[in-house]
């Protein structure tokens, strides 16, 4: 599995319950649950972790959601903490 973010931008009159659900829908688009999620009224943001082959289905699905304006999917690279070493 890759690691991906998601950004996208909703039309300002949203009301939170229809932005609640519309976050809900996208959400569900990824067959996953997101590590971490924030936003405001206007743009949502969150990681989650896919196949890679699901990834055009994902964005056909975006394309075909109403409610969204634009959006904008990155696929993330994980790193590894290095150990950290006191100076001598």
Do not use: C
Request: aromatic share 10%; charged share 35%; glycine share 6%.
């Amino acid at each position: 599995m890759k690691h991906y973010e998601l950004t996208y931008l909703i039309p300002k009159g949203i009301s939170g319950e229809e932005q609640q659900k519309l976050s809900e829908r996208v959400i569900s688009y990824t067959e996953t649950q997101p590590l971490r999620q924030q936003g405001n009224s206007f743009w949502l943001s969150f990681d989650f972790y896919a196949e890679p082959e699901k990834i055009k289905a994902l964005e056909e699905k975006l394309k075909d959601e109403t409610g969204i304006k634009k959006y904008m999917l990155l696929k993330k690279k994980v790193g590894r903490i290095r150990e950290m070493r006191r100076p001598k």
